[in-house]
């Protein structure tokens, strides 16, 4: 299995601008989640899927953030509009079992606003 | 806030020696633990998960210990090296799902 896929891997835009991150879970895994990653803040949970479904979204930072999963093998997360404040390393993570079981993660979306 | 802690200072050890890192947690008592490691410009790569009723688990030259009195899980790497050195982040389980992380402890192990 080629492991989760994000992309793109490096970001750079500026302020006001709309993001798309974008992420392809593994296969057959029903949990998909989504964490942003700071020197500051350390990796932060922001929402999480089972089956397609939003679960929790209450560590979206705000109405400016949404994610969703139209289908089993993709997830979007959009920021609109950007802000510097936003800039971090976004990963996405998939599991067979929810929060219970080994995530797997993908190599991240590094997001710079300027 | 459930909140779970490590050390944000460096570690730095001689090869050969044992690591040690610490997770500690607080309020909220979790049914389990996790450990991943995290290389520079990668995503978390998961290493062991030990339940609140098991007080150790091994893995190769890994043992992870759950202390629940304690609210607490130490790390150990034994005879470490130099392609140990990484950041390694805690996380335990929050409600039925979610899994909440630690902000890591980076480890350097010198020659």
């Not at chain 1, 296969?27 to 922001?46: A, I, K, P, V």
């Not at chain 1, 979206?60 to 969703?68: C, G, L, T, W």
């Not at chain 2, 890192?21 to 490691?37: E, H, K, M, V």
């Not at chain 2, 009723?53 to 130099?82: G, Y």
Request: net charge neutral; proline share 5%.
């Amino acid at each position: 299995d080629a492991g989760v896929i994000q992309s793109p891997r490096h970001e750079v835009t500026e302020m006001g601008q709309e993001v798309t991150l974008r992420c392809k879970p593994i296969s057959g895994h029903n949990s998909l989640f989504w964490y942003r990653q700071t020197m500051m803040r350390g990796l932060e949970l922001l929402i999480y899927f089972n089956n397609n479904v939003p679960i929790d979204d209450s560590g979206m930072p705000e109405d400016r953030f949404s994610a969703k999963m139209p289908n089993a093998s993709f997830s979007t997360l959009k920021i609109q509009p950007s802000e510097p404040r936003d800039s971090a390393v976004y990963f996405c993570a998939s599991s067979r079992q929810g929060g219970t079981g080994e995530l797997f993660f993908g190599e991240g979306s590094r997001l710079t606003v300027l | 806030s459930q909140k779970i802690e490590q050390n944000s200072e460096a570690l730095n050890i001689q090869e050969g020696k044992t690591a040690t890192l610490t997770c500690n947690y607080t309020n909220y008592s979790p049914a389990y633990l996790q450990w991943y490691r995290q290389d520079p410009g990668r995503g978390p790569v998961f290493l062991l998960l030990i339940r609140e009723n098991e007080k150790e688990k091994r893995k190769e030259r890994l043992k992870v210990t759950f202390d629940t009195t304690l609210k607490q899980s130490l790390f150990h790497i034994t005879a470490s090296q130099p392609a140990d050195s990484a950041t390694y982040l805690c996380a335990r389980e929050e409600g039925a799902d979610k899994l909440i992380f630690g902000t890591g402890t980076r480890l350097q192990v010198f020659p």
